[in-house]
């Protein structure tokens, strides 16, 4: 009897997620016999390969050269966070350092957001951009040092592209100002439209103070970033700063 589609689309879905998240916690591209291990089921290597071999005919995968396993594309980043990523709970001592940090002084507007932006990149270990809504071109930007680990490749060009777009507020505020057709937005690669950091990935929330100013909180990480770890942290921190007052 011939295998029905839902079954075929939840095992290649499944070795989807699997391939991917391998890839974002290693930067090592895996093949079928790791996958095997993950799946358990009975499924032999042939047919991992099949699967595998289908998903990059379809563009969800690729691989760097003949003999290496496979990685995520673009496509297939963009298909696991719409629809194989799930959120992931951040851990009580995590909530408690975080709320810790907000409650310890109440400060002046610039210097929370300044707090909040060195917090955000110390918990996900990529780059933070937060803008405020009527400040212009002002934005609050830390961990530019783990840029460095953003690349698959250590290539300096890249490296320095990066940077480079960071220097350029006003069009990093053209990314991250987009209109919202969620809470949290993420936009891979090339969706991005700027050409520097299409090695990238930025995840963007809005926020709003409650009694104070609204604006945008935004994740630059790589492509393989941990997607699930970023969204559960923006959306825990922009639900904490709804409820704080300020001076």
């Known amino acids: 009897m011939a295998e029905r589609g839902t079954d075929f689309k939840d095992r290649k879905d499944k070795i989807l997620a699997i391939t991917i998240e391998k890839y974002i916690n290693t930067v090592s591209p895996e093949g079928s016999h790791f996958i095997e291990k993950e799946l358990n089921r009975n499924l032999s290597s ?30 297939g980043y963009r298909y696991y966070v719409d629809h194989l990523m799930q959120e992931i709970k951040l851990l009580e001592e995590e909530k408690t350092r975080i709320k810790t940090q907000y409650r310890k002084e109440r400060l002046e507007l610039e210097d929370l ?7 955000l ?7 933070s951009i937060i803008s405020v809504d009527g400040w212009g071109s002002k934005i609050f930007c830390s961990g530019t040092s783990f840029v460095v680990e953003y690349p698959d490749s250590q290539d300096i060009h890249k490296i320095k592209n990066i940077l480079a777009a960071l220097e350029q507020k006003e069009r990093l505020l053209d990314v ?46 790589p492509t393989r970033m941990n997607y699930e770890r970023v969204v559960s942290t923006l959306n825990y921190i922009s639900d904490l700063i709804e409820e704080i007052h300020q001076k």
């Open 46 to 75: 042939a047919t991992i390969r099949n699967v595998l071999a289908d998903l990059e005919r379809d563009g969800y995968l690729t691989h760097p050269h003949t003999s290496a396993g496979r990685i995520p594309t673009e496509k």
């Open 113 to 119: 957001l300044n707090k909040t932006s060195q917090m």
């Open 121 to 127: 990149s110390d918990m996900t270990h990529y780059t």
């Open 176 to 221: 991250i100002n987009k209109n919202l057709a969620s809470r949290i937005e993420i936009f891979i690669g090339h969706e991005m439209a700027l050409r520097e950091v299409d090695q990238c990935s930025l995840v963007v929330s809005g926020y709003k103070f409650k009694t104070g100013p609204s604006g945008r909180i935004a994740v630059l990480g």
